[in-house]
């Protein structure tokens, strides 16, 4: 024993030794918190009123895996208890179930659908380190003492749930008596009581040798003797004083008193203080209510006594009396005296009248009013916080719950009412939290005597952090500002406006002033949301770890508040979690459970033995706690949160992916799930099936359904994604009978993450009624649900309800609610469980069901909405379909008109030998004819006099036209030789000429049919300048002659076999009517429509299939679209050509009479001749109808009945309605996509036919029929077998016709228009003017060009006008301070300009008047021009390891930044300071010393004024706010971001200016040299990128437009040119190689402009889906640009140029070629004697001054410097500065090529365009195209009188007789010998036969029964001109005869004959 004693004072202190035979391990006791152990002389001094926390550790002779043993005894040295097992409070359920299948007894037993069984509690494994092992070797690696405690652990666990006594140790010792740490509850000193204990500790080695300590617990006593009351008992809150007194209390040690302490109780349970003080009399203000109020009255030591001073009811005052009490003043006079308490226990009493006080009730007033309370009640909550953070002191526990009670009281009201929420604005949120961070902190440092010593505090502090979070959460979350208090909206004028543009890609910009004034109030407060959210984290974060240094291991804290906030806090060894263990936390049964072999340490420590001592904090939230991100809208409304936290040694674990799944259930309010919807089944709207749908807005999400029938038995759930399920097409099929029921009495059925599959958009369920005899059970592999009966009707009521759910989780580095990882096991509608590999907050979010969709599943009547698409496109074809019939129909009463035959006017009633004539005038543009024409047609037997073709009733011989006319003549003509066609030219203007294409003269006795092929112009000015042709009659090879063959059919294809053309080109003569071609389209159009949708149906069956066999489904892209609509189109052709046959072959019900015989009978009628047998009869007389088989007639083609047509339109009309109705019905199982892909498939399907497979086809069967088929019949009309025949039997006359008379032969004998010398002077000026306007025309055709041209190329004034701002705002040239050119030369000063100039004009500043920049985010400061994405820095490095220091050097210089060179940059990853290694954490994540490569900057080379760089590099992203980019470039400033080796930086950004439709391209370069400084250049381009919306840009528009198509005209027309010519031709010329320049530059600016709009769709794209905040770069673009302004410009230059060539017409402008082409050879010689005496001097200027005069710094410089001095530009004192020779050269250089050279080349240029003059100037000009103008404008304006030449030839009708007698004398020979082979031998004597006299006699008697004299006579005489005047044909008679013939016709106004088939 040893005793220390100074004066008075001493100490005892005593060993007892015990020797033992080995070193002992020696044990230490302390105190885990010193504050509260004073050590005296006997012990340490302990409090008896609280509990002891101890701690051990071994100082020496220490071991592993030691056991530890406490034992406490009294004074007499009694062992109180024995109990040596650990045991843990109650706080935390250790699952003792060692099974995998725990089950989930809060979630019932619903059923489950999923693709994988899901067990909750599986077999983990652990991954230590990268390796896999199982528990069973997790356990082997655990040392044998730890296997120990755990079993003695859990046979404590054990045992404690059946034995009562271990549940009372358990609260006396609650670490128990074996762990390193040990509590004492204060409940064992006054169990146990005496005034002295001692405490030993034992520690044991593995191999016995045991260590022990001794521990004195002195007992301090507690004060005694006294009293407390309280004076009044009633009174009124904030207005009564009330009087504590506490009297005749003493402390029995003699220490003496500390403080008094009272409060009352919240909740029954949690202290609330009132005030704490020294003094035993205190006054106090209360808060409104009854409280009992208590006194803890402590020594100085701590101990205390609790006594209950009384009750004190409290009221609320009136109105007048609180407004009477100025609470402000007193508020200022006790902060004025620092009375913190005081203050405290006032803004209570205040906080509690406003929330009970009437007249601060919202309700009742108006909105004005309101507003007006709510901004009151908001500055005095405000002020109230303020207050306390002013003057209050947290510096004791007391204090701390006092300001904790009046935060709460403050805030506590957002969780009230809605209105509540907004009297707590910004600015309160952020003083509470401040002043509750300020609280944590200073708990840190106190001495806390019980960890439940804090729950009062944590109480207030939990309660607050709730409230501010649901306050927040309704502003937020709401989608205007009507949730945020008035105050906020009141102080948004003064807020700082960000015009930053974030990470948010979804940034939206509004409209007007007051909608930005409203969303920069939301923007800022989710901005401000977020910062107090973060910090409220922090602060929880902050409050665990403290708590975790205030508790001891096995010690538990748990605290519920009012609100709903629910938080655990408990220290264990991991040792404890090894079974699983379940975390209960709330009182909704919100868990956490834990899987086996949980290690948190796993993975943060090295070779972790997994037992360390850890902290685990549990929080329910009752609201969603980070509201701000825009993935809350995912969360339920009534989720609680759930966070879970694990802390050791003052860090907390980040756990993922380190463990096995961690199993969470999170409950919801029910209440805030829409209620079920019940279908009543008698609503007529309610068939066989009823549906309901669900959209599903997230991967991740779960489906939970809840159904309820009385009537269930037959019910069957249908269901299926994006389409509504059917009978025979479904995924889910499930009777009601088979769903697990709950306790309510709903069945429930879960549909989890792997039954939905990612899979997002809408859900459909159908619910129907089976037959009672259908008793086969289907499930989700049901193949097809006909085999059940359905019911036509439900059978009862029932109740729906579908609820989406998913499992989230707050992801801090995205700051997003998340799903990754996580998986919902299942759910219902008070709790969601989920699985998750990680800890961090947790919470459930769902979506309903809108409302049900009831009907039939086959009649389907889907809403528009849903399938807009199908029903407009079904509409809008069925529409035009209706109208083109209607159309069609009345133009083909049209075309009746058309059909018809028009007798020709000079037709002879007594002629009965009819031809019909058909005239097919050509295709050119001024192919119309309107001059007088007259024909002769010639035969083998005679020839017809001069006839007119003439149609006095309608235009005939128009563009294209087709005219048929009869002719009649007295007799046959035979077979046809020669049609002599000659006009009079007598048309008006251009319809003088007449193109003809060919005339095909027909038979119509016979039916032969003959055609003359023409192909050329009737005119005096058009090929061969004749208006009289002769044509002969086309033999076998023309008729099938390629070409005519082919433009024939080709022509004919277009008219009337293209499907879509032909509607509105039909032939009149086709029996293919409009309406019929209408009907096809239609038809084609509907089948389409259906083969489609069959396509679309196979593919959705072919994409489930392939999902069910784990295959990539088929993607609907683009191009499948295409491909089905290519299928579609060749499985529609089929059935339409059927039709198509069918239609044009069906012959009509009556065959009308010949149009011909009906028009020449029609003219007989009107021309006065009634007599029957004067009309023209279809069999002569003595024959019979039946004899007219055996005639001649034309054989057309194979036609089909009449009614073949009445079939194929019940087929149209069948097809048009059954694909309506087909389309319509399976509709019902389309989804968007499909429908999406029908609908393009339709639109290929039909553009692909109508601009591709027709055309196609129209030419391939042109070339084919011209080819190979070779049609003889090619001008045949339906018309021509429709009508009956015109066969007309042949008179005995005709049989035996008279041979023609002799010559002359009219045909070629007849003067007509052969002589046109009179039209000479006209032919020749109609050819000259006709060249004049081609002339002309091209002239005015290539000034339009050139003017589109110039138009395209044109470029925006306005871009000088940007470009010279962006110059003043970045570059500010001429500045005295910031001038970037001249001003800024080293690093520091480009540091300075970056965070000056750059920023400010980077992002715009408030206007002149102080008023914040609203709108104008994302602008410069300049206000007008909008940042396209955000600006961004590129440094360009050189490779450190690329530069070598010279060898002679290397001891000197160690190392070299290296010259520039895009191969030499760097493109490595550093570290700030640009080192390979960390020097501070986090170093080496710093994005800008990271490379990024040209690919992800989408950027390419640029070349500067020193050189050229690639497009990466290092780059620092300037957005966000400006005081971050600032902050961020100090950063870099400060870590040497530029430094040596640092070559360019270049700030980059795109700008759009909307006024003037202009992008800015900037860069501003900075070029670090490696001699030292800087140099600085910029480039700034304006770009009109986009077209413009003003008519100007329209018109612009359409020049480009025009542009395209006037270059592919000139491409086809300069082909054929070169086609036609030969290419060796062709490129002789030099304007052909100009014209082949000009295109090619044309078509390599229309790709570029191509590939420039397609790339600003991108853009635009990028800009519209980021909102103009996503990174974007417009240099590709504008590079686009560039190179296709060069092109126009050669294209320009080229086609100005070509000016010249359309000028030669002029001798004169050739002048400048003949004198190039004159003095070339001397200019070549000239040119090298020039570059050699240029260059020469060029390289001596370039070494005199290349130190001096940057403009000779290298050649290229030189030389353009040469030519400026050339031109008198240079600097000549800086030149005699640089060297003494410079005045020298100059002046040798002067002269010799400013004064010699120049002028020699000038000479020879004059000498050579004088001789050219000279030669040009006798030579006329080939068109005088001036005079033609002016003589055209003066007889326009009526100053000259035309000169009238002749324009009319009057045909001459005589026969021209110019041959010689000996030449006569032949021709009448033979025409002699001629007719005496028809007079004697009837035509059949071959001339040509040698011996014809035995050729004849041996044809028998034939020629002499037919002889006879008198016909040869008569026709001998004819021949001699000795015929009576009766006997032989007068010209001028027959002549006359017609002329009165055409009279009589005109008179009596005949026309054609309109007789058609009928349809």
């Given at each position: 024993?040893?005793?220390?004693q100074k ?10 030794i ?5 070193k ?10 010193e ?16 509990r002891?926390?101890l ?25 109180i ?9 109650p ?18 037993n619903?059923?489950t ?32 003492s ?58 044991e ?38 009087e ?29 203080t009132?005030?704490a ?27 205390f ?11 609320v ?10 609470v ?36 009742g ?11 009151s009640?908001?500055?005095m ?5 303020k ?25 506590d009201?957002?969780s ?16 509470a ?7 944590i902190?200073?708990?840190?440092q ?13 109480f207030s502090t ?25 105050t ?25 002033k007051e ?9 800022t407060?989710?901005?401000?949301a977020?910062e107090?959210?973060?910090?409220m984290?922090k ?29 655990a806090?408990?220290q ?7 079974p ?13 459970r834990?899987?086996k ?14 037992d ?5 904090t ?30 050791t ?12 799944p ?12 829409p ?21 599903v807005?997230?991967p991740?999400?779960a ?12 019910l ?32 429930e ?49 029932y ?18 609610w ?5 998986k ?45 698409t199908?029903y ?14 209607v ?22 009633p007594?002629?009965?030998y ?18 007088n ?8 037997e ?35 030789y ?18 003809v ?5 027909r038979?119509?006795q016979?039916?032969v ?18 208006i ?6 086309a033999?076998?090879d023309?008729?099938?002659n ?5 433009g024939?059919?080709?022509?004919l ?7 879509w053309?032909?509607?509105f080109?039909?032939?009149p ?7 019929r071609r ?11 429509m ?13 994409q ?8 990539d489904?088929?993607e ?21 050509l ?12 009556l ?13 007989r ?9 004067s ?6 007389k ?16 194979y036609?089909l ?20 109705f ?15 892909g ?7 399907a ?9 055309n ?5 069967r ?5 080819y190979c088929?070779?049609?003889?019949n090619?001008?045949?009309?339906d018309?021509?077998?429709d009508?009956?025949?015109?066969v ?36 020749d ?8 306007k ?12 050139l ?11 306005n ?11 970045f ?69 450190k ?71 990466g ?21 400060r870590?040497?971001?530029i ?52 008519a ?30 030969g ?45 103009g ?10 590079a686009?640009?560039d ?42 010689i000239?040119?090298v004697?020039?570059g ?15 130190l ?8 290229l ?9 050339m ?22 250089f002067?002269?010799a ?20 003059k ?12 001036l ?11 009526g ?15 005589s026969?021209?007789?110019n041959k ?6 032949n ?23 040698l011996n014809?006299k ?29 015929t ?5 044909w ?17 008179q ?12």
């Amino acid at each position: 024993m040893v005793m220390a004693q100074k004066k008075d004072r001493y100490a005892l202190a005593s060993l007892n030794i015990n020797l033992v035979t080995y070193k002992p391990p020696i044990p230490k006791i302390q105190c885990a918190d010193e504050g509260l152990c004073r050590p005296t002389f006997e012990g340490i001094l302990i409090s008896p009123s609280l509990r002891l926390a101890l701690r051990s550790t071994c100082i020496a002779e220490c071991a592993d895996n030691m056991t530890i043993t406490w034992r406490l005894t009294d004074s007499q040295g009694q062992l109180i208890t024995s109990l040596e097992e650990e045991t843990l409070t109650p706080i935390i359920e250790v699952s003792l179930n060692s099974t995998s299948t725990t089950e989930l007894p809060s979630l019932g037993n619903m059923t489950t659908l999923s693709g994988l069984r899901l067990n909750y509690f599986p077999e983990i494994l652990t991954t230590i380190d990268g390796y896999t092992v199982t528990e069973e070797s997790f356990e082997e690696n655990l040392s044998l003492s730890s296997t120990v405690e755990m079993i003695s652990y859990m046979d404590m666990v054990k045992s404690s749930m059946t034995s009562s006594t271990s549940g009372n140790l358990t609260a006396l010792f609650p670490t128990g008596l074996s762990s390193s740490d040990l509590a004492i509850s204060s409940e064992v000193f006054s169990k146990y009581p005496c005034n002295k204990y001692l405490l030993y500790l034992t520690l044991e080695t593995a191999d016995k040798r045991k260590g022990e300590t001794t521990l004195s617990l002195i007992i301090n006593k507690s004060p005694t003797g006294g009293n407390c009351s309280l004076n009044p008992d009633k009174g009124l809150a904030l207005i009564s004083s009330f009087e504590l007194t506490c009297d005749n209390w003493a402390d029995p040690d003699g220490v003496g008193m500390g403080q008094y302490s009272f409060y009352t109780f919240e909740d029954e349970s949690v202290k609330k203080t009132i005030v704490a003080s020294r003094n035993s009399h205190v006054t106090v203000v209360l808060p409104v209510g009854d409280m009992n109020i208590y006194c803890d009255i402590s020594d100085i030591d701590g101990t205390f006594t609790e006594y209950h001073v009384g009750l004190a009811k409290v009221t609320v005052p009136s109105k007048e009396q609180y407004e009477g009490h100025d609470v402000d003043a007193l508020i200022s006079k006790l902060n004025a005296m620092g009375d913190g308490q005081m203050t405290g226990m006032v803004l209570a009493a205040q906080a509690s009248i406003r929330e009970q006080g009437d007249w601060f009730s919202l309700e009742g007033l108006s909105e004005e009013e309101e507003d007006n309370r709510l901004r009151s009640l908001a500055k005095m909550n405000t002020q109230a916080l303020k207050n306390v953070e002013n003057t209050m002191s947290l510096v004791t526990l007391q204090h701390l719950n006092i300001a904790g009670s009046v935060i709460s009281s403050t805030v506590d009201g957002v969780s009230g009412t809605k209105g509540a929420a907004k009297t707590v604005d910004m600015e309160a949120r952020e003083t509470a939290i401040v002043i509750m961070d300020k609280m944590i902190g200073n708990v840190d440092q106190m001495s806390v005597p019980a960890p439940q010593d804090l729950t009062p505090f944590l109480f207030s502090t939990l309660s607050s952090m709730a409230s501010i979070m649901e306050g927040i959460k309704l502003i937020v979350m709401g989608d205007n500002i009507d949730n945020v208090p008035p105050t906020d909206v009141d102080a948004a004028m003064d807020w700082e406006y960000s015009v930053a543009l974030t990470d948010d890609l979804s940034q939206e910009i509004p409209n007007t002033k007051e909608e930005m004034l409203q969303k920069n109030v939301m923007d800022t407060t989710k901005l401000k949301a977020k910062e107090q959210i973060k910090q409220m984290m922090k602060v929880v974060e902050k409050l665990s770890l403290t708590l975790e240094k205030k508790i001891v291991k096995g010690e538990a804290l748990h605290v519920d508040t009012a609100n709903g906030v629910s938080y655990a806090i408990q220290q264990i060894t991991e040792k404890v979690l090894r079974p699983g263990m379940i975390l209960s936390v709330g009182s909704d049964s919100g868990e956490i459970r834990m899987p086996k072999l949980f290690c948190p340490t796993l993975g943060i420590y090295n070779n972790s033995t997994c037992d360390h001592i850890i902290s685990i904090t549990v929080i329910q939230w009752p609201t969603i706690t980070h509201s701000y991100p825009d993935s809350a809208k995912h969360l339920s409304p009534g989720t609680r949160v759930i966070d879970m936290m694990v802390t050791t040694k003052g860090q907390t674990l980040d756990i993922e992916n380190k463990t096995g799944p961690i199993t969470v259930i999170i409950p919801r309010i029910p209440e805030t799930l829409p209620p079920p919807k019940v279908v009543d089944a008698s609503h007529p709207l309610v068939a066989r099936i009823s549906y309901h749908q669900v959209v599903v807005e997230h991967p991740d999400a779960a489906l939970y359904i809840e159904m309820s029938s009385d009537v269930d038995d037959n019910l069957v759930l249908l269901m299926d994604y994006d389409r509504m399920p059917t009978p025979s097409k479904f995924e889910l099929c499930e009777r009601f009978v088979n769903i697990s029921i709950n306790e309510a009495g709903i069945r429930e059925l879960f549909l989890d993450n792997d039954f939905i599959n990612g899979r997002m958009g809408r859900f459909f369920f159908g619910v129907a009624s089976i037959n009672a005899s259908s008793s086969r059970h289907k499930r989700s592999v049901v193949s097809d649900a006909t085999d059940y009966e359905f019911e036509e009707n439900l059978p009862g009521n029932y109740s729906f309800r579908v609820i989406t759910t998913g499992c989230y989780y707050f992801n801090q580095k995205t700051n997003e609610w998340d799903t990754q990882g996580l998986k919902v096991l299942s759910a219902n509608s008070n709790h969601t469980v989920c699985w998750s590999p990680r800890l961090g907050s947790f919470a459930a979010g769902y979506a309903h069901t809108p409302n049900n969709i009831t009907f039939d599943y086959y009649h389907a009547p889907q809403s528009y909405n849903d399938y807009a698409t199908l029903y407009s496109t079904v509409a809008i074809t069925l529409a035009v379909s209706v109208i083109l019939l209607v159309w069609a129909r009345f133009k083909d009463r049209k075309d009746i008109e058309k059909r018809g035959a028009t007798p020709l006017p000079d037709n002879l009633p007594e002629d009965k030998y009819l031809y019909e004539i058909v005239v097919f005038t050509g295709s050119a543009s001024e192919a119309s004819c309107q001059s007088n024409i007259e024909f002769i047609l010639s035969g083998e037997e005679d020839e017809t006099e001069i006839r007119i073709l003439a149609d006095y009733e309608r235009e005939v011989f128009a563009r294209h036209g087709v005219d048929t006319f009869v002719m009649a003549v007295p007799r046959p003509l035979g077979s046809l030789y020669y049609l002599r066609l000659w006009h009079d030219n007598s048309g008006p203007g251009i319809y003088s000429s007449w193109q003809v294409a060919f005339v095909s003269v027909r038979d119509l006795q016979t039916g032969v049919e003959t055609s003359f092929i023409a192909n050329r112009w009737i005119a005096i000015d058009r090929d061969d300048q004749q208006i009289d042709v002769i044509l002969k009659a086309a033999q076998e090879d023309d008729r099938k002659n390629f070409g005519h063959l082919y433009g024939v059919v080709k022509q004919l294809g277009i008219k009337d076999r293209h499907i879509w053309f032909s509607i509105f080109s039909r032939p009149p003569r086709s029996r293919y009517t409009r309406k019929r071609r209408a009907a096809v389209c239609a038809t084609y159009l509907f089948i389409s429509m259906v083969l489609s949708v069959l396509c679309y149906v196979i593919l959705e069956e072919m994409q489930d299939q392939a999902i069910k066999d784990e295959q990539d489904p088929i993607e609907f892209g683009i191009m499948m679209k295409m491909m089905i609509g290519l299928v579609v189109m060749g499985a529609t052709y089929p059935p339409v050509l059927v039709l198509i046959f069918v239609f044009r072959r069906s012959r009509p019900r009556l065959r009308p009479e010949a149009r011909s015989i009906a028009a020449i009978n029609a003219q007989r009628k009107m021309s006065g001749v009634e007599h029957p047998s004067s009309m023209i009869q279809p069999f002569s007389k003595g024959h019979k109808e039946s004899d007219s088989e055996s005639l001649p007639r034309s054989v057309g083609p194979y036609v089909l009945p009449w009614w073949c047509a009445l079939i194929a339109w019940f087929f149209v009309i069948g097809i048009i309605a059954g694909s309506i109705f087909f389309v319509y019905s399976r509709s019902v199982i389309f989804n968007s996509t499909s429908m999406s892909g029908w609908c393009h498939s339709f639109i290929t399907a039909f553009l692909a036919s109508f601009l591709v497979i027709e055309n196609l086809m129209v030419v391939v069967r042109a070339v084919f029929f011209a080819y190979c088929c070779k049609p003889q019949n090619i001008d045949a009309d339906d018309i021509d077998y429709d009508e009956k025949a015109p066969v007309l039997f042949m008179d005995e006359e005709w049989l035996h016709p008279r041979p023609r008379g002799p010559p002359p032969r009219l045909v070629h004998d007849i003067i007509g228009n052969r002589d046109i010398s009179d039209l000479k002077e006209l032919s020749d000026k109609l050819v000259q003017e006709r060249a004049m306007k081609l002339i002309l025309r091209d002239l005015a055709f290539y000034f339009v060009f050139l003017g589109i041209l110039w138009v395209v190329s044109s470029i925006n004034p306005n871009a000088i006008y940007m470009v010279q701002n962006f110059r003043n705002a970045f570059i500010k040239e001429g500045d005295p301070i910031w001038d970037y050119k001249n001003k800024v030369t080293n690093s520091d000063l480009y540091w300075r300009w970056l965070k000056t100039v750059m920023l400010d004009e980077l992002r715009t500043r408030r206007w002149y008047n102080g008023e914040p920049p609203y709108g104008l985010r994302g602008f410069l400061d300049d206000k007008v021009n909008r940042i396209m994405g955000y600006a961004i820095l590129r440094q360009i490095r050189l490779d450190k390891n690329k530069c070598s220091v010279p060898y002679s050097m290397q001891e000197n210089v160690e190392w070299c930044s290296g010259i520039r060179g895009i191969e030499l940059e760097d493109s490595r990853d550093y570290c700030a300071h640009w080192k390979d290694t960390e020097d501070f954490e986090g170093a080496c994540k710093t994005p800008e010393f990271r490379y990024k490569t040209p690919e992800e900057l989408d950027a390419f080379a640029k070349s500067g004024r020193l050189g050229s760089y690639s497009g990466g590099g290092y780059v620092v992203e300037l957005k966000g706010a400006t005081s971050a980019i600032k902050k961020n470039l100090d950063f870099l400033h400060r870590h040497d971001w530029i430094d040596s080796h640092t070559r360019a930086i270049l700030l980059e950004f795109s700008v759009y200016n909307t006024n003037v439709n202009l992008f800015g391209i900037c860069t501003i370069r900075a070029e670090f040299h490696p001699g030292g400084g800087i140099r600085t250049s910029w480039r700034f381009d304006a770009k009109e990128l986009l077209p413009d919306n003003s008519a100007y840009g329209y018109f612009k528009l359409l020049c480009m437009v025009s542009f395209g198509v006037l270059t592919v005209i000139f491409v086809l027309r300069e082909t054929w040119r070169c086609y036609k010519l030969g290419p060796s031709t062709y490129f002789k010329s030099n304007w052909n190689i100009a014209e082949v320049c000009i295109l090619s530059a044309s078509i390599i600016t229309i790709l570029l402009y191509i590939l420039r709009f397609v790339t600003m769709l991108t853009v635009q794209d990028q800009f519209s889906k980021t909102y103009g905040n996503g990174y974007i770069r417009l240099e590709y673009a504008a590079a686009l640009d560039d190179n296709c302004l060069i092109f126009l410009a050669f294209v320009v230059f080229f086609s100005l140029l070509k000016i010249i060539k359309l000028l030669q017409f002029n001798r004169r402008m050739d002048i400048l070629g003949f004198t190039l082409g004159k003095c070339w050879n001397d200019l070549k010689i000239f040119f090298v004697a020039f570059g050699i005496f240029f260059f020469t001097f060029v390289m001596i200027f370039h070494r005199m001054f290349i130190l001096e005069m940057e403009e000779f710094s290298d050649m290229l410089s030189a030389a353009q410097m040469g030519f400026a001095m050339m031109l008198g530009k240079f600097r000549f004192e800086e030149m005699a500065r640089s060297t003494p020779l410079s005045p020298i050269v100059f002046f040798v250089f002067s002269f010799a090529i400013s004064v010699v050279l120049i002028n020699i080349m000038l000479t020879i240029i004059i000498m050579a365009f004088t001789e050219v003059k000279n030669e040009l100037s006798n030579l006329p000009n080939q068109y005088d195209i001036l005079d033609y103008l002016i003589t055209k404008f003066r007889l326009l304006a009526g100053l000259e009188k035309p000169v009238v030449l002749q324009k009319v030839s009057k045909p001459c009708h005589s026969v021209k007789n110019n041959k010689a007698p000996v030449d006569q004398f032949n021709d009448k020979m033979g025409d002699l010998i001629k007719h005496i082979s028809n007079a004697y031998f009837f035509g059949q004597l071959d001339l040509g036969e040698l011996n014809p006299k035995k050729k004849y006699y041996a044809r028998g008697r034939a020629f002499s029964s037919t002889y006879n004299p008198a016909l040869f006579s008569d026709q001998f005489d004819i021949i001699f001109g000795q015929t009576p005047q009766s006997q032989y044909w007068d010209q001028d008679d027959v002549k006359s005869r017609r002329i009165r013939g055409t009279q009589q016709g005109n008179q009596h106004g005949y026309k054609r004959s309109n007789i058609v088939a009928s349809d």
